[in-house]
Structures are given as structure tokens and as C-alpha cells.
């Protein structure tokens, strides 16, 4: 099986902009959840999705937003960037719902905000 | 704040030497799992421990539970170069009726050939 894939690998943004990564999950798995990786923060927890629907999300603030398709693929979004928010985004898929199973990672999308 | 916190933050051992890493939580969980980091990449799943498991053993590795301690340890034997990364764990708990994994902070392990 093909393994958790993200596009793209790296981006460049400056303030201001917004900015789409893409998410596709192992076949057959229907949860995606998304992270946030930074040096000082490290792995944060931004949102789960299953079955299209967002189950859980952690304390970020609303310029950070996701969805998911009827095929399991995720985006999320990141509207008025700040250059805080230069991170290593992290995909993981499961057989899902919820967390209780092994997470699958992708290779992360390096995000840098000048 | 994270729900785990590992324990040491660095570790550097020679090559062949066992490393051991631990980690301590707050809360109640569901169950807790190891993930390895190599360097700017995505995390590799390890292992997972149920709440109600007290050992575990996968090849090299074996992972503890004590759920009176709230605390977890990763030993790795043998070690070799190639497991020079940074190991993290991570607990599943109930957030108001929605399981919520959260991650430690992580182990930065070096093995020195």
C-alpha cells in the first residue's frame, strides 16, 4: 500500500497570504488528523477528520481550518499567515474514528513565513 | 500544555549500549504509543500499550506501563546508528467524549558508532 502522501513538501509564503496542503491518506483509512511542529511548541494537535466530518480540534485559533472529501483526502488552510506559523505540518491517517488506533505520518509540508 | 513529558531530552550512548527513555502523563488514558522521528520527517509508529497492559515487546524494543505513575519507558537494545532520532510518546485520552492524542516532547537519541 502507498503510504500517507503531502503536498507540497515545501512552501514559501510571506505575511499576510494564505496558504492550501493537501493531504492523501492510506487507502482504506478514513480518519486524517493534523499537526503542528515547531521547536519550541513541538507536535500540536490541530483537527481530526472522519468520514468528512471534523471530530476533534485543538486550541488554534480560527485562521486554521480543514476539511475532508468523500475519498478521505484532507486539506487544511492557514488564512492571514503570521510568521509564526512556519512549522513542519504533519498528516496522519488511521482506520479511524478517533485516535485510539496507530497513526500512519506522512513526510510533513516544511511551511516558512517571511 | 502537552499531556506527556519525556524524560531525558537528549541521550547519546555508543552503539551496541541499550537506551532508555521515559515518559510521564497527567491524566487517565486509553492507551499509550511510542513514535520515532528521523530528522524533519514524519513519525514512525513503534509501538502502542493499552491502559490495562503492563509490558510490551517488539523486536529490540520493549515499552512499560505503570498507570499508578502515570509513566511509560522505551528501552531500546542493542542500539545501533540507525536509531539515532528523536522517539516521542503519546497519549490517547478522553477529551469530553472525544479521544484526543497528545504528543510528549521528545527524546533526542544519538548513537555514536
Known amino acids: 500500500k502507498a503510504g500517507v502522501t503531502q503536498t507540497p513538501r515545501y512552501l514559501i509564503k510571506t505575511r499576510g497570504q494564505q496558504v492550501t496542503l493537501s493531504c492523501s491518506p492510506i487507502?482504506?483509512?478514513?480518519?486524517v488528523s493534523w499537526y503542528q511542529q515547531t521547536p519550541g511548541q513541538g507536535l500540536q494537535f490541530l483537527f481530526e477528520?472522519?468520514?468528512?466530518?471534523?471530530?476533534n480540534k485543538g486550541n488554534f485559533p480560527g485562521r486554521f481550518s480543514g476539511r475532508q472529501f468523500s475519498n478521505s483526502r484532507s486539506e487544511m488552510n492557514v488564512s492571514t499567515l503570521e510568521l509564526g506559523d512556519s512549522a513542519l505540518y504533519l498528516c496522519?491517517?488511521?482506520?479511524?474514528?478517533?485516535?485510539?488506533?496507530?497513526?500512519?505520518f506522512g513526510p510533513g509540508t516544511r511551511l516558512t513565513v517571511t | 500544555s502537552q499531556q506527556g513529558e519525556e524524560d531525558p531530552q537528549a541521550l547519546s550512548i555508543q552503539e551496541g549500549e541499550n537506551a532508555t527513555m521515559n515518559c510521564s502523563y497527567k491524566?487517565?488514558?486509553?492507551?499509550l504509543q511510542w513514535y520515532r522521528q528521523n530528522s524533519g520527517r514524519g513519525l514512525v509508529h513503534l509501538i502502542l500499550?493499552?491502559?490495562?497492559?503492563r509490558e510490551k515487546h517488539s523486536g529490540r524494543l520493549r515499552v512499560t506501563l505503570d498507570t499508578s505513575k502515570k509513566s511509560s519507558s522505551l528501552l531500546i537494545t542493542a542500539s545501533r546508528a540507525a536509531d539515532t532520532a528523536s522517539y516521542f510518546c503519546?497519549?490517547?485520552?478522553?477529551?469530553?467524549?472525544?479521544?484526543?492524542?497528545?504528543f510528549g516532547t521528545g527524546t533526542r537519541l544519538t548513537i555514536i558508532p
Open positions: 477528520y472522519f468520514s468528512e466530518t471534523q471530530r
Open positions: 491524566t487517565s488514558i486509553n492507551n
Open positions: 503519546a497519549t490517547d485520552w478522553n477529551n469530553f467524549g472525544n479521544e484526543k492524542l497528545t
Open positions: 496522519a491517517s488511521s482506520l479511524g474514528p478517533g485516535q485510539v488506533y496507530e497513526q500512519y
Open positions: 500499550i493499552r491502559s490495562n497492559e
Open positions: 487507502s482504506g483509512h478514513r480518519s
